[in-house]
C-alpha cells in the first residue's frame, strides 16, 4: 500500500486535492470515483515514511505508554458502544493533547478510511505500537473481538507502568545516595587530601601507617581520576553496544545478570513475571501458542529467556506440550512451570500465566525493598567509615607535631 497525494475534480466541477493510501494508481482512481472525485494527477508521496519514522522515534518511555494507554482506554469504550472505527479514530484524534500522536491517529483514520485494516495502518508506525500491540490488533479484527484486545492491551500496558513505578521508586534513593557517596569520595581524596599532604610534608613530621595509606590513595586518585570517570560512562557504554551487535554476548551478559549476588535472582523474576504476561495476553486475545512464544521473545527482556525459547517452538512444533517444552530449560522457574501443567490440564493457561505474573508482581517491589533496606544502611556506614579513616589519619600526625613542640 502506497500513500498517494493526488488532485481530481468532484461532481460540482471544482478542483480537489488530498491524500489516499492505495495499491497503485487505478486502485486509487476506482476509490475516488466511489466518492464522487474523478482523478486527474497523482504522485506518491515519498516523503511520508520519513515522517512516519520521524513521528515514531519522537515519542519515547513513558510518554508513549501513558499516549497508548489512553488511546486503549478510549478506543476500547467506543469500539464497545459500537462506534465505527473511522470514527472513533477521528474522535481519539479530537481528544489527543498530544500533537505527535495526535498526528498519527489522524494519519491511521485516513488509512482505514481508504480500505486498509487497523493493524496494516499501525505496521507503519512498528516502533511506536510494536510487535505485540499490533499482532494483538490483528487478532482482535481477525476474530471481531477488537474490544477485547484493545481492553487486554490497556491492562497489559497499566501493568508495564505499575512495575515500572515500583522499580523506580525503590531504586532512586539508593541510587541518589550511592552516586553521592562516589562522587564525595573522588573530590575529597582529589582536592580535599592533597592539602593536608602539602601542609604535613612541609613540617617534616613522621606520618603513621594511616595518613600514608590516604595519602597514597589520595595520590592515586589525583593521578587516575578522569580514567574512572571514562571507565564508568564508557564501559556501560560498550556493553551495551557489544549486546546489541553481538548475540552471543548479550547471552553471556544476560547470564551473568542472573548471577549476580542479591540482584540476580530479582532480573530473573522480572524476566519471568515479562514472559507471563506477555504469554497470557496474547493467548487470550486469540493469537496461537507458536506465534505468542515468538513475539515473548522480545516482549521477555532476556536474549537467554528469547534463545530458549526458540528451542520451546521447536519442541512444540514437534508435538510437545508448552509445560513439556518449558521444563527442559533451566531459565524457566519452577512455579512457571507447575502453574503451566495446572493451566494445561483446565484448559485456563491464560488464567495460570496471570498468576504467575501476579505473584511475581507481589514478590518483585518487596524484593526490591528489602535489598535496598540493606544496601542503605551498607552504604552510610561505608561513608561515614571512609570519613573516619580519612580524619584519623590527617590528625594523628597534627597530635604528634603538638606532642613534639610541647
Not at 553521592?180 to 606520618?207: C, D
Amino acid at each position: 500500500m502506497t500513500n498517494f497525494l493526488y488532485s481530481g475534480i468532484d461532481q460540482h466541477g471544482r478542483t480537489v486535492t488530498g491524500q489516499m493510501v492505495a495499491e497503485n494508481p487505478v486502485s486509487l482512481e476506482q476509490r475516488l470515483q466511489t466518492i464522487g472525485v474523478w482523478l486527474l494527477k497523482a504522485e506518491a508521496d515519498k516523503t511520508s515514511d520519513t515522517k512516519r519514522t520521524m513521528r515514531s522515534t519522537r515519542l519515547r518511555g513513558a510518554t508513549k505508554r501513558r499516549q497508548l494507554i489512553n488511546f486503549c482506554t478510549l478506543m476500547s469504550f467506543m469500539a464497545k458502544v459500537g462506534i465505527p472505527l473511522v470514527q472513533a479514530l477521528e474522535i481519539a484524534a479530537q481528544d489527543c493533547d498530544n500533537p505527535v500522536f495526535r498526528d498519527v491517529i489522524v494519519d491511521l483514520k485516513n488509512q482505514v478510511e481508504a480500505g486498509q485494516k487497523l493493524a496494516e495502518a499501525m505496521e507503519k508506525y512498528i516502533t511506536l505500537f510494536g510487535t505485540q500491540f499490533i499482532s494483538l490488533i490483528r487478532a482482535g479484527e481477525e476474530s471481531g473481538s477488537l474490544p477485547e484486545s484493545l481492553n487486554e492491551l490497556k491492562r497489559y500496558l497499566e501493568w508495564q507502568e505499575q512495575v515500572i513505578s515500583d522499580v523506580r521508586q525503590a531504586t532512586i534513593y539508593p541510587a541518589v545516595v550511592l552516586i553521592m557517596v562516589i562522587l564525595f569520595v573522588l573530590v575529597l581524596f582529589t582536592f580535599v587530601v592533597p592539602r593536608f599532604v602539602t601542609l604535613l610534608t612541609s613540617v617534616r613530621v613522621e606520618l603513621p601507617l594511616p595518613t600514608k595509606v590516604v595519602f597514597a590513595a589520595s595520590d592515586f586518585a589525583k593521578q587516575t581520576w578522569w580514567m574512572w570517570l571514562i571507565a564508568l560512562v564508557g564501559v556501560p557504554l560498550l556493553v551495551g553496544l557489544a549486546t546489541r551487535w553481538s548475540p552471543r554476548f548479550a547471552i553471556v551478559v544476560d547470564q551473568l545478570k542472573f548471577r549476580i549476588p542479591l540482584f540476580g535472582q530479582l532480573n530473573h523474576m522480572l524476566a519471568m513475571s515479562r514472559f507471563a504476561r506477555s504469554l497470557s495476553v496474547l493467548y487470550r486475545a486469540g493469537v496461537s501458542i507458536l506465534q505468542g512464544l515468538k513475539l515473548c521473545e522480545d516482549l521477555a527482556g532476556s536474549p537467554v529467556v528469547a534463545r530458549d525459547l526458540r528451542d520451546v517452538q521447536f519442541r512444540i512444533e514437534e508435538g510437545a506440550t508448552l509445560s513439556e517444552a518449558l521444563r527442559r530449560h533451566p531459565v524457566f522457574s519452577s512455579l512457571l512451570i507447575r502453574m503451566t501443567v495446572m493451566g494445561e490440564k483446565t484448559g485456563n493457561l491464560d488464567g495460570a500465566l496471570d498468576n504467575v505474573s501476579e505473584y511475581y508482581n507481589t514478590i518483585i517491589p518487596r524484593r526490591i525493598k528489602k535489598i535496598f533496606s540493606v544496601m542503605e544502611p551498607a552504604l552510610i556506614l561505608t561513608l561515614v567509615g571512609i570519613v573516619g579513616f580519612v580524619a584519623l589519619a590527617i590528625f594523628m600526625p597534627i597530635l604528634s607535631l603538638m606532642q613534639s613542640m610541647r
